[in-house]
């Protein structure tokens, strides 16, 4: 029995592969012609980048940004300088020049004590690996492409290796090195395999057709263990298996209690990559999808096309589902360098979301323009965060009526009837709801801001960490009014704050009446099997009881126990 | 040239994303722009440069940059501090 680090849960029974590299040996011998080894160079640069690209095509969503990572590593100046210098000045061909600079700055990575800068030095060993097989005209072996199910057994897994991984064949992997927060360890989560890491010399015990035994969750890997043991581990494998399999029919079913009371279960995402693994997770709608993205991490605002394209993109993914789309929700803790913000003593209490669309109005009416256009391609409903005022709402929804009259002028096509709603994260919204509520058509309840705000808390501030609290008498009493006074109005009432996910919580939401749950992808088809197993009628009993309780404390102890 | 130190602010320090954000602006001007830290000094235009400084919150970093759009460049690269990187 080998004892390493349980990486990735679940039991996998199978063959063993191994997957081995050649060691290669550089052979570093002074060069005349210069100029033929820089062009050596270059033309591996450029065969690596187009490898990399194809990986980065055929990947999951969550490898693509790694595999950006070794993009920009092959275009650095450092590593490119570094190179040709080495070249040049001491005559190096390209692959001992190569070698030198990339340990260089593997031993600077690996020198550091933040474990996730020692990580990165994985990434330069990766892309250096390839740029090496690819200047001595050989090619990397891979994982693509297995013929029977077998279980990986290799010395560590680079993140080009899963990012090629035949998920349909691999039944799980164990490594020699890496620990919990390796980059092996978290893709094979992702991909949902079961993996042990950090074994030692495993690949010195095992050879290929060895049947190999292991427990993703405990760490224990067994060599061709006796029988018994290997129907033992088979058997809680398929018990495990039919678990997530269960889970997995109710991807198409409906969110109804066993008394026929229906919810809508939504999902938060950020982008049309995440629109994907909503759909996947059986996601009845985009309960909020945050627009934020779309503005960070560049140097200027997006063009109207740009966010056109971007809303289109996750409308075509979700059909007839509706999707609740936020119009910019910036300042606060998120800034954006090229607005140049100023820096304010209270950024929560401060210039942000519907408060800078409001003034800026160039920019609100960008994204109002891009949104009225993607509405044709789909269900779309438009979200104002951050509204604390009736008088918000109304000059709001003026700009959107310009939006609208400037497109009709240009003759360009757009959904004149989308669907307008706020978030209530203010607790002045909450407490005006009855009022907000003949102004829009649907509330979704923002829990992270509206428990910031009511209770006064920084949910930044480590200090304070504990008095932020979803249990709170306050906040919940404060949701129960706002569910109330939707309803009264004739409109739905959702909610995509984290609570939302809250299994805890799932329970009172039901009894209170929520129309709509919206939340993170993995919490969806767990939350639908317990909402398929509550009753409505029962729940809005212990909904009443929970109001009456007086503390936070009282309530999570209540509800936790409800939902063992 | 343009000298001016500044403390790195956001919580995780100049790790991938901030050091991408760092090269992607820092790649718009054409001055020379270093990042000093202790005796270590950095290309701002190399992320690996950047994360090689092992620049954590808190720590002290002055940034030298010399070339015709100096005063701009420092501009942004101030700027982009000050936003802690949108974390």
Redesign the interface.
């Known amino acids: 029995m080998y004892k390493g680090i349980g990486a990735s849960p679940g039991i996998a029974v199978g063959k063993v592969l191994l997957f081995k590299k050649e060691d290669i040996v550089i052979e570093s011998g002074a060069v005349d012609d210069v100029e033929k080894e820089q062009n050596r160079f270059h033309g591996a640069l450029k065969k690596t980048r187009e490898q990399i690209e194809e990986i980065k095509r055929r990947t999951l969503a969550e490898q693509q940004a790694i595999l950006d ?1 070794h993009l ?2 092959l275009e ?4 490119i300088g570094g190179v040709e210098g080495a070249i040049r000045a001491e005559k190096l061909n390209a692959e001992a020049a190569l070698e030198k600079v990339m340990n260089m ?1 593997i031993a ?2 690996e020198s ?1 004590e ?1 474990g ?2 020692k990580e ?1 030095a994985a990434d ?1 060993r990766d892309v250096g690996e390839r740029l090496l097989m690819n200047l001595l005209g050989k090619e990397l072996p891979n994982l693509a492409k297995l013929k029977e199910p077998v279980i990986i057994v290799a010395h560590d897994l680079t993140p080009s290796d899963t990012a090629q991984l035949d998920r349909e064949n691999v039944l799980g992997f164990v490594t020699d090195i890496g620990g919990r927060t390796s980059h092996s360890a978290i893709m094979a989560r992702t991909m949902e395999i079961p993996a042990v890491v950090g074994l030692k010399d495993i690949t010195q015990h095992v050879k290929n057709g060895d049947i190999l035994v292991f427990d993703g969750e405990e760490g224990i890997v067994l060599v061709n263990p006796e029988d018994a043991l290997v129907r033992e581990y088979a058997r809680k494998r398929e018990e495990q298996l039919q678990a997530k399999k269960e889970l997995r029919k109710l991807i198409n079913s409906s969110t109804i209690s066993t008394d026929g009371r229906k919810v809508e279960l939504g999902c938060n995402i950020g982008n049309p990559k995440d629109a994907k693994k909503a759909d996947e997770n059986g996601a009845e709608g985009i309960g909020l999808y945050r627009t934020e993205f779309l503005y ?2 560049r ?1 200027s605002l997006p063009t109207e096309e740009e966010q056109l394209e971007a809303y289109k993109a996750v409308l075509e993914i979700m059909g007839k589902r509706p999707v609740i789309i936020r119009t910019l929700d910036i300042g606060g ?5 090229y607005m ?1 913000l100023p ?1 304010e003593m209270n950024p929560f209490l401060g210039y942000r979301a519907i408060r800078i669309c409001l003034d800026r109005k160039e920019i609100f009416k960008t994204q109002l323009r891009a949104l009225l256009r993607a509405g044709i391609y789909g269900n779309l409903k438009i979200m104002y965060p951050m509204i604390s005022s009736v008088e918000e709402v109304r000059a709001a929804n003026k700009i959107l009526e310009e939006a609208k009259q400037e497109l009709q002028h240009e003759g360009k096509d757009y959904a004149s009837n989308i669907a307008v709603g706020i978030m209530v994260e203010i607790p002045a919204a909450a407490v005006i709801s009855d009022m907000l509520a003949r102004e829009v058509d649907f509330f979704s309840i923002g829990t992270n801001d509206l428990i910031q705000y009511t209770t006064a808390v920084d949910r930044m501030n480590e200090k304070i960490a504990h008095l932020y609290n979803p249990f709170h008498p306050a906040l919940l009493r404060l949701i129960k009014l706002v569910i109330d006074n939707g309803h009264k109005a004739g409109i739905w009432v959702g909610m995509c704050g984290e609570a939302a996910g809250d299994k805890r919580l799932i329970p009172v939401f039901l009894g209170m009446g929520l129309d709509e749950l919206s939340m993170g992808a993995g919490s969806i088809l767990p939350a639908r099997k317990q909402i398929q197993s509550l009753s409505y009628e029962e729940m809005k009993v212990v909904a009443d009881q929970v109001l009456q309780m007086d503390t936070a404390e009282e309530i999570e102890k209540f509800v936790t126990k409800l939902c063992k | 040239m343009q000298k001016q130190e500044i403390i790195v602010k956001n919580e995780t320090g100049l790790h991938a994303r901030p050091a991408a954000m760092i090269v992607k602006i820092a790649s718009r001007f054409q001055s020379n722009i270093i990042f000093a830290k202790e005796d270590h000094e950095a290309n701002a235009k190399s992320m690996m440069g950047i994360m090689a400084l092992g620049a954590a919150k808190g720590e002290r970093i002055e940034i030298r940059i010399e070339g015709a759009d100096e005063k701009e460049a420092m501009d942004a690269m101030i700027s982009l501090f000050e936003s802690n990187f949108g974390e």
């Open positions: 990572a920009m590593i650095d100046p450092e590593l700055f600077i990575f550091m933040n996730y800068m990165r330069i960070m991490d140097t803790d998120k800034e954006l360098p140049n820096k």
